[in-house]
T-cell receptor, first 114, second 114 residues
Framework: QKEVEQNSGPLSVPEGAIASLNCTYS??????FFWYRQYSGKSPELIMS????GDKEDGRFTAQLNKASQYVSLLIRDSQPSDSATYLC??????????????FGKGTKLSVIP | DGGITQSPKYLFRKEGQNVTLSCEQN?????MYWYRQDPGQGLRLIYY???????QKGDIAEGYSVSREKKESFPLTVTSAQKNPTAFYLC?????????????FGSGTQLSVL
């Protein structure tokens, strides 16, 4: 069973600070990594994807991937109260015979304090 | 507007009753998915379909059934065999399964037991 682990939080940061969300995964051959944001009572929406080691930046969001350590993170700069949500880490692994398995972590709840 | 439509938003089930959750997409996506989300939990895969007239069980398929007679539609039936059906149900679609698979979610259906 492929596992994706996240600290459930809540993670509280003051407005304007950097929020750091972390995710580890169990399958060394996992190849694609995603961050989804889910507001309370709403459906998840994709905010970042990363496939290669290193950093990928998109506005205030930076995804970081370290395949050797099986670790992916999401940094949110200049955090705003509107960033308060649960962030889900998702990992895709090729499972053979043309099949791919997408596994979600349980999510980290972020609270940005004004 | 392209998107995924789930209905109803709220649904109540009586003991011993089967209920069907609707999911329709006009994104021309090949793959469709049903997830269950319990409070404080991540997304658990119930069923998925990569093409019309074909679907596969996910991690928690017992007590559920699906059909995929049209590309646009992927209804989920929660049968009386599902003894703990109260949860938030999310339908999702993607252009095609693979390493670059990005999911688009419907707005969800909250199912409760009377």
């Amino acid at each position: 069973q492929k596992e994706v682990e996240q600290n459930s939080g809540p993670l509280s940061v003051p407005e304007g600070a950097i929020a750091s969300l972390n995710c580890t995964y169990s399958d060394r051959v996992s190849q694609s990594f995603f961050w989804y944001r889910q507001y309370s009572g709403k459906s998840p929406e994709l905010i970042m994807s990363i496939y290669s080691n290193g950093d990928k930046e998109d506005g205030r969001f930076t995804a970081q991937l370290n395949k050797a350590s099986q670790y992916v993170s999401l940094l949110i700069r200049d955090s705003q109260p509107s960033d308060s949500a649960t962030y889900l880490c998702a990992v895709i692994t090729y499972s053979g015979a043309g099949s791919y398995q997408l596994t979600f972590g349980k999510g980290t709840k972020l609270s940005v304090i004004p | 507007d392209g998107g995924i439509t789930q209905s109803p938003k709220y649904l109540f089930r009586k003991e011993g009753q089967n209920v069907t959750l609707s999911c329709e997409q006009n994104l021309n996506h090949d793959a469709m998915y049903w997830y269950r989300q319990d409070p404080g939990q991540g997304l658990r895969l119930i069923y998925y379909s990569q093409i019309v007239n074909d679907f596969q069980k996910g991690d928690i398929a017992e007590g559920y059934s699906v059909s995929r007679e049209k590309k646009e539609s992927f209804p989920l039936t929660v049968t009386s065999a599902q003894k703990n059906p109260t949860a938030f149900y999310l339908c999702a679609s993607s252009l095609s399964p693979g390493l670059n698979e990005k999911l688009f979610f419907g707005s969800g259906t909250q199912l409760s037991v009377l």
